[in-house]
């Protein structure tokens, strides 16, 4: 894995192999595509001499077993870790520090390719002990994290994105803060906090090099769906559906310029139209999959909020008519909504209409203070109390 930008823009092929093995998981896949998806992995896993990765494969039954080809596999990592050492034990006595240093990586870096997870964080540890610069520590930063990426260790990322920004406090370029910038968004998006997702992916819009995690149009597929359900309609306007960076690419994905610009235009029945074609893209992404359910209904949530925010009282057909559904549908998907207290309104059942009851957020406030201030009196009352005893 190249802790730099990955090689010609393109994508650090591990992670394209974790995609792969993603998909080869998932249930919406179908055989045909599987038996590719198969073939193609081999080949990855035989290129890099991924023997542990081999292992578990076949333990897991995704591959058959084949003992020659592990053996050939083991002998080679064997014989290409027995020649790593001789350079280091080479550079350690008649080379400087910055070759030592350079020997280490070289071994973390083909610990990494042969997908020995453990054995690579320890290697790149005793890297970072030969390390004085600030750049090449957080480039070995960049290298774990993309180990935390391939292996969707969480603890792992979260404790490499903490010890950048320390390591930033010393110093360091703003290409790599940048593109660490990049590296948190994805890992916020992956655990749900999408909020602070798009955030980041904003600020980092027209600076994007990070293309070793993934290709420009993919990053704006990420910023768009985050920043849909986070951001409200002044600031999704500037800040996405007039953004320049955007307007060049969101075209190469399908259905994202319509879901974007359809949702922000009001026009309910092509944003539902495109909402659709993208459901198979997000379920396909081993990122949002497993948000997949909680981004459907967040999505529905901030569409129809939208809608009832123009109305005190609309019917359900005017409702269903300009979604394109079924008055049924409007009465389901409202109800549950509703009950789940996501928005804010009523159904007449009998008249067939719909009553927005917006809260009024001055009051609540004011109730909230009234509350919290009664709560403190109690308790000044109950210590005073205590003191005179």
Sequence with gaps: MDGGAGEDGKQERHLVLAHKLFLLSHPSVDDLSKVALRAEVLDAVKSDDMAPLFESLVTGGVLEADAALLAEMRGRIDEEIRKLDEKIADAEENLGESEVREAHLAKSLYFIRVGEKEKALEQLKVTEGKTVAVGQK??????????????????????????????????????RKNRLKVYEGLYCMAIRDFKKAASLFLDSISTFTTYELFPYDTFVFYTVLTSVITLDRVSLKQKVVDAPEILAVIGKVPHLSEFLNSLYNCQYKSFFVAFSGLTEQIKLDRYLQPHFRYYMREVRTVVYSQFLESYKSVTMEAMADAFGVTVDFIDQELSRFIAAGKLHCKIDKVAGVLETNRPDERNAFYQATIKQGDFLLNRIQKLSRVIDL
Excluded: C, P, R
Aim: glycine share 8%; hydrophobic share 45%; charged share 30%.
């Design 138 to 175: 957080m480039d070995l930063v960049f290298h774990t994290l993309q180990i935390g990426f391939f292996y969707m260790d969480f603890d792992l990322i979260s404790k490499s994105i903490d010890k950048a920004k320390n390591l930033f406090e010393e110093g360091g370029d703003w290409e």
